[in-house]
């Protein structure tokens, strides 16, 4: 049922004005805002004030204007058939000669991003531009939801992938593929390693660095900004090679901390466009439950 209605809102979005389109964005993520737990407002402005240094009322704009954004960036994705046509109106792309260069050798490139900015819609804007992306998804709960999203995303160029198929990507890779991969979520112990993140340890899925590693292949760290007029500014920074030595979880950590610093750059930069709702540091907390600094962020 939901896909149908998704389905149904998508054709009526993309008959509406653009201008309109954002001003009800605006009034869905207020109503967003407005229906986050009061613990989980808390936690992402502890979270806040603890990476940027920044008051309780300033934490709290920066968190809201964050969770504002949800309302745009999905009026954006029910109007993918419409961005589609003339996705130069939407998206300028600055550092894609780089990445072009490096797809051209043909043994495909890890593409790390984060959840800044409209990231939906960050890897159809390099699939419209002509590179191959393979978007690593997690499967939603709902079906319907599952469906809706993975058939608009192959609508603006995307191959998708979900995030336990390791075997598709790698496949994908060496056919020359870009994977893109978000690197900024909180993994489980088991797949992360520990790393600086605004000063703090911080466990971080290492799989960027892992596959680049393992097949040889460059990085490049990529970050979507929406510019004042609307319209989105997508940055991508490389190659970054991983280096290969005898010690492969060095090598491993060293490229995960590069990737890292260049998203809390980039999250310093735009405060407001990262997800902060998210528990960066559940795990680690519940490793090292007697760190005061992760206390603060548990508190009822």
Known sequence: MLYYILK?????????PRCICDYL???????????????RRRMAMEQAKMCLQVNDSEARRIVRSSTVQFGPMLFEVLRFPVIKKHPEQY???????SLQKSMAEGKGVIIAAA???NWELQGGAFAMAGIPL????????????DKFMNEYRSLIGMHITY?????????MLKKGWAIGLITDQDPDRKNGVVVNFFGRPTNTPHGSASMARSQGVPIFISFMHRDKDGSHTLMVKGP?????????????????QLINNA????????PEEWFWLHDRWKSIREEFPDKPWLQAQNND
């Open 115 to 117: 959840h800044s900015g």
């Open 163 to 171: 995030k336990t198929d390791v075997r598709e990507m790698f496949a």
């Open 8 to 16: 149904a809102v998508s054709l009526v979005a993309c008959l509406l």
């Open 25 to 39: 964005g605006q009034v869905l993520g207020y109503f967003f805002w407005l229906c986050i737990p009061p613990k």
């Open 240 to 256: 970054f090679r991983v280096d290969k030595t005898a010690d492969k979880h060095v090598d491993v950590v060293r490229t995960t």
């Open 263 to 270: 998203i809390e750059a980039h999250i310093r930069k735009y």
């Open 134 to 145: 393979v978007g690593v998804a997690k499967k939603q709960k709902d079906v319907g939801a």
């Open 91 to 97: 998206i300028r792309i600055e550092g894609l000669e």
